[in-house]
C-alpha cells in the first residue's frame, strides 16, 4: 500500500499526462482524478442517480448515460446548478481519489489532479509535482491535440491558476519545455528521490 502520495498537477497542455505516463513506465501506481471524475457519473452510479433526479431524465442519453453536454451547458448558465454540481461531485471524487491511493501497491503512488490547487486538495497529498512551460507552447499543445481553438483554451487557462502562482505550491518542478529523453531523465531522478521519501 502506498502511503507516500505525490499530486501531479499543471495547467492545460503542460505535460501532466505525458510525466504520468513515464512514472507509469516505472512501475508507480497512477490515479488519475479526469477518470476518476467519470467513473463517478457512469451509468447505475449512485451520482448519475442524483444528476438524473436533480436535472430529470432529459440529462441521460438514450443508452443511459449522461449527456456531457446537456449537463455543461446547464451549468454553465446557471450559477446555483453549478455550485449543487459540485457540491454532490467533489465529495465524490475525493472520497474515491483517497480509496484508489490506499489501494495503490506501489513504493508511492501519484495522484494526477489538474485542479489540485485550484480546488485546495493538497491535504491529499505528501509532495506537490508541477509540470510547467510556456504559456505559447500550452495553448500549441493543447489546441494541437484536442483541436480545441486556441480562444477556448485561453479560456480554460483563465479559470485556472496562473504560472506564477501554481510553482509556488510545487516541491518539484519538471519544464516540459524539454526534450522527452531529458524529461524521462528528470523523472527517473525524482522516482529515486520519492522512493527514499517513501521509505
Ligand atoms: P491536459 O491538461 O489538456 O489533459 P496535459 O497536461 O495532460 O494536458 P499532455 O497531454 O501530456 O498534457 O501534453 C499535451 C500535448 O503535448 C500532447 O500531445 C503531448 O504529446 C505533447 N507534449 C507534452 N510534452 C511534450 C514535450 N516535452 N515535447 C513535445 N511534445 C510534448
Same mark, same amino acid.
Given at each position: 500500500m502506498s502511503q507516500f502520495i505525490v499530486g501531479l498537477t499543471?495547467?492545460?497542455g503542460s505535460g501532466k499526462t505525458t510525466v504520468a505516463n513515464m512514472f507509469a513506465d516505472l512501475g508507480i501506481?497512477?490515479?488519475? @482524478?479526469?477518470?476518476?471524475?467519470?467513473?463517478?457519473?457512469?451509468?447505475?452510479? @449512485?451520482g448519475l442517480a442524483k444528476i438524473s433526479a436533480h436535472f430529470g431524465p432529459n440529462i441521460l442519453n438514450k443508452d443511459s448515460s449522461l449527456n456531457r453536454a446537456k449537463l455543461r451547458d446547464i451549468v454553465f448558465k446557471n450559477e446555483?446548478?453549478?455550485?449543487?454540481?459540485?457540491?454532490?461531485?467533489?465529495?465524490?471524487?475525493? @472520497?474515491?481519489?483517497?480509496n484508489q491511493c490506499n489501494l495503490a501497491q506501489s513504493k508511492y503512488c501519484?495522484? @494526477?489532479?489538474?485542479?489540485l490547487l485550484e480546488n485546495k486538495l493538497q491535504s491529499l497529498v505528501n509532495r506537490v509535482l508541477v509540470t510547467d512551460c510556456n504559456t505559447n507552447t500550452q495553448?500549441?499543445?493543447a489546441s494541437h491535440r484536442d483541436k480545441n481553438s486556441a480562444a477556448q483554451i485561453k479560456q480554460i487557462m483563465a479559470a485556472q491558476l496562473d504560472r506564477e502562482t501554481r510553482i509556488t505550491y510545487a516541491d518539484d518542478i519538471i519544464n516540459t519545455e524539454l526534450i522527452l529523453t531529458q524529461i524521462r531523465a528528470i523523472c527517473e531522478n525524482l522516482h529515486q528521490n520519492y522512493l527514499k521519501l517513501a521509505n
Open positions: 499543471g495547467g492545460i501506481d497512477i490515479v488519475d @482524478a479526469d477518470i476518476i471524475a467519470r467513473e463517478v457519473v457512469e451509468p447505475n452510479s @449512485a446555483n446548478e453549478k455550485n449543487w454540481l459540485n457540491q454532490l461531485l467533489h465529495p465524490l471524487i475525493r @472520497a474515491q481519489m483517497i501519484i495522484l @494526477a489532479v489538474p485542479l495553448i500549441s499543445r
